[in-house]
C-alpha cells in the first residue's frame, strides 16, 4: 500500500492556460474521487469513479473541467480556459468496495493549483 | 441535502488537556461518519470512521462517538500533545443509500493548536 499519490504538487499557471492533473490510487481500490478544498473551507465532491466509469458529476464541475480514468486504474482532471476562481487544493481519494458502505476513503496530498 | 458544521472553528490547548471536538449534521440516513486530520498544505488522514450501527470507535488516544438520532458526533482527544496540532474534519455522506457512497459532505473543521 504506497497511497494515493497526486502529481503536480503545486501548479502556478495563467488565467485561460489548460492545466491537467494526475491521481495514481491505491492499486486495489476501484473507486476513485476528485475533490475540490479552497482556504479554510472543507473539501467539496467533485466526481467519482467506480473502474472505468464515470458515475457522477457535481454541480460544480463545469463545462471546463473534465475527469478521466481510461483503464480503471489512474485519473485525469483537465481544467480548460483556468479562471482565477479555479485557485484551489485539487484531492484525489480512492477507496475499496470491499466493505462496501464502511470503507474509508485514503486521500492523496493534493495538487495546489494558483492561476494568476 | 447534507449539511455538516463544526464548533469550535478553532482551539488552543496546553499539552496534556483532553478535549472535545464537536461535528453535527443535518441528514441522520447515513451509514457511516468520518473523521480526518489534516496538516497545513497536506492532504487528508483518515482517522475514524464510525459505522451507523455503532456508537463509538477508538484508536489510540482518539475516541469517536455517533448519535443519529441527534445529528451529532464527537471526537474526543486524551492527553493531547504538540503532534496533535492539525484542522480536524468530520464528514458524512450526502445522502441515503449506495448512491451516497463516498460523496462526503465535509465540515470546515476545527484547528487545533496543542502547544508545549
Known amino acids: 500500500d504506497t497511497g494515493v499519490s497526486q502529481d503536480p504538487r503545486h501548479k502556478i499557471t495563467k488565467r485561460g492556460q489548460n492545466v491537467t492533473f494526475r491521481c495514481d490510487p491505491i492499486s486495489e481500490h476501484n473507486r476513485l474521487y476528485w475533490y475540490r478544498q479552497t482556504l479554510g473551507q472543507g473539501p467539496e465532491f467533485l466526481t467519482y469513479f467506480q473502474n472505468e466509469a464515470q458515475l457522477e458529476k457535481s454541480r460544480l464541475l463545469s463545462d471546463r473541467f473534465s475527469a478521466e480514468r481510461p483503464k480503471g486504474s489512474f485519473s485525469t482532471l483537465e481544467i480548460q480556459r483556468t479562471e482565477q476562481g479555479d485557485s484551489a487544493m485539487y484531492l484525489c481519494?480512492?477507496?475499496?468496495?470491499?466493505?462496501?458502505?464502511?470503507?474509508?476513503?485514503?486521500f492523496g496530498n493534493g495538487t495546489r493549483l494558483t492561476v494568476t | 441535502k447534507q449539511e455538516v458544521t463544526q464548533i469550535p472553528a478553532a482551539l488552543s490547548v496546553p499539552e496534556g488537556e483532553n478535549l472535545v471536538l464537536n461535528c453535527s449534521f443535518t441528514?441522520?440516513?447515513?451509514?457511516?461518519l468520518q473523521w480526518f486530520r489534516q496538516d497545513p498544505g497536506k492532504g487528508l488522514t483518515s482517522l475514524l470512521l464510525i459505522q451507523s450501527s455503532q456508537r463509538e470507535q477508538t484508536s489510540g488516544r482518539l475516541n469517536a462517538s455517533l448519535d443519529k438520532s441527534s445529528g451529532r458526533s464527537t471526537l474526543y482527544i486524551a492527553a493531547s500533545q504538540p503532534g496533535d496540532s492539525a484542522t480536524y474534519l468530520c464528514?458524512?455522506?450526502?445522502?441515503?443509500?449506495?448512491?451516497?457512497?463516498?460523496?462526503?459532505?465535509f465540515g470546515q473543521g476545527t484547528i487545533l493548536t496543542v502547544h508545549p
Open positions: 481519494a480512492s477507496s475499496s468496495d470491499r466493505l462496501t458502505y464502511n470503507s474509508p476513503l485514503h
Open positions: 464528514a458524512a455522506p450526502r445522502g441515503a443509500g449506495g448512491t451516497s457512497y463516498g460523496k462526503l459532505t
Open positions: 441528514d441522520s440516513a447515513i451509514y457511516n
